[in-house]
């Protein structure tokens, strides 16, 4: 009999929980043969992502997952043999009690934000022992061995090689169906990113380059600050426009295995959060990653933890040209001397970003050692 498992996400706003989420539980459905259900908060949310879903739906089928709309009216279910509570989401209290009934408690599990922070290490497997003798186990992603790792599906970077590969029209045909003609010549970059006022001055740098610059913009809440550097009306998919050396043109809010090969599309891709920042990794495209903001600055710990990883294997002024980079962005000051400086080291960048896929993907993946986890625990 197939193993259950219950995800619970609660949808705090943007994309990132759902994200993460979803994509476990497609790939422990369709890797590890799990019987896995996903309760969501906001249906709305999970639409987006998965445009086949209905949103007033309480119960529904998609990629062998069984999504349940998770209300404020809890209706009893059979518990599951793995609980998993998403980013500190709290479990519905009756739930909760039919876990403590169990005459075997399921394993419960906290699937943590990811960190490259090095308390991290220390803290991945700890169990918590709960007031009603039930214990949670902490799980943490992370980018070391001594951590959960990160979401890669199985076959992942194989279809990105294939789908990159010269001998196949596969990236012609993806960017065509997206109405997107790359201008000849030019480097084609990603926008997916939260709202910075200091946007204007990289899209100034960009549009002043000597090469030629093509901007793809997931519909997003970034796209406020484009149209306002655009001095145009509300944006919408499919609109283009050019300024000097830059072309800007907006895209739909996309499924998330076409927002994968829009990246690997990419020369280059500024993502967000935490989702989207994973999988500009497999990209294995030079990148860059507007943090969410934390209370008493709380994200800046994490972003420079992950940039001393990143940048570790990279020549000093590499390593600081991109530093310079990624903080100017997320504090949004002098982003246009911070990328024209970033520019003069494009080939050691590009390198590194493959170097640094490769790396990771030589660990176990996410859904991986949570399954082993399971099974060591039984």
Same mark, same amino acid.
């Given at each position: 009999?197939?193993?259950?498992w ?15 989420t ?16 996903l309760? &969501?908060?906001?249906?709305r949310?999970?639409?987006? $992502?998965?445009? *086949?879903a @209905? +949103? /007033?739906a #309480?119960? !529904? ?5 069984e ?14 043999? &793995? ?7 709290? $479990?519905p209290? *009756?739930? @909760? +009690? /039919?876990? #403590?009934? !169990? ?38 992603p992370?980018?070391?061995p ?8 199985r076959?992942?970077?194989d279809?990105?090689?294939a ?5 196949n ?10 109405r997107i ?32 610059m ?7 809440r970034i ?10 009306e ?5 609109d ?7 072309t ?18 990419c ?6 959060g935490?989702?989207s ?25 994490k ?45 050691v ?16 993946d996410?859904a ?11």
């Open positions: 009999m197939k193993a259950t219950d995800i619970f996400c609660d949808v705090v706003d943007n994309y990132g929980d759902i994200g993460v979803w994509r476990l539980a497609r790939q422990l459905a369709s890797e590890h043969a799990l019987q896995v259900r309760w &969501v908060n906001d249906m949310a999970f639409v987006r $992502l998965c445009p *086949a @209905v +949103a /007033d #309480a119960v !529904q089928s998609h990629a062998g997952v999504v349940h709309a998770w209300s404020a009216r809890w209706q009893p279910v059979d518990v599951a043999d &793995v609980v998993i509570g998403a980013f500190a989401c709290q $479990l209290d *009756a739930y @909760v +009690a /039919d876990m #403590a009934a !169990q005459p075997r408690p399921p394993l419960w599990l906290n699937l943590d934000y990811l960190s490259a922070e090095g308390w991290v290490e220390g803290c991945h497997g700890l169990p918590s022992p709960q007031a009603n003798g039930l214990r949670k186990v902490f799980f943490f992370g980018f070391t001594r951590t959960g790792g990160l979401l890669r599906e076959q992942l970077l279809e990105r090689a789908f990159m590969s010269p001998h029209d596969a990236r012609a045909a993806f960017l065509a169906g997206l003609d790359p201008v000849p010549g030019a480097r084609l970059l990603s926008l997916f990113a939260y709202e910075n006022p200091a946007l204007g001055e990289w899209l100034d740098a960009l549009a002043s380059d000597a090469r030629p093509h901007l793809l913009v997931p519909h997003g796209l406020g600050d484009v149209q306002a550097w655009l001095h145009c509300a944006l919408e998919a499919g283009v426009h050019r300024r000097g050396s830059l800007v043109q907006v895209l739909p809010f996309v499924a998330q295995p076409d927002y994968d090969r829009l990246l690997w599309c020369d280059f891709n500024a993502v967000r935490e989702d920042f994973v999988r500009a990794q497999w990209a294995a495209r030079p990148m860059l990653w507007h943090i969410y903001v934390q209370e008493e600055y709380a994200h800046w710990e972003l420079e933890a992950f940039l001393d990883l990143y940048t570790a294997d990279l020549p000093a002024e590499t390593a600081a040209a991109l530093r310079d980079f990624w903080r100017a962005w997320n504090q949004a000051q002098a982003v246009g001397p911070a990328w024209q400086a970033l520019g003069r080291h494009w080939p960048l590009d390198r590194h970003a493959a170097q640094w896929c490769a790396k990771q993907a030589a660990q176990p996410l991986t050692t949570l399954v082993q986890l399971y099974r060591n625990w039984l």
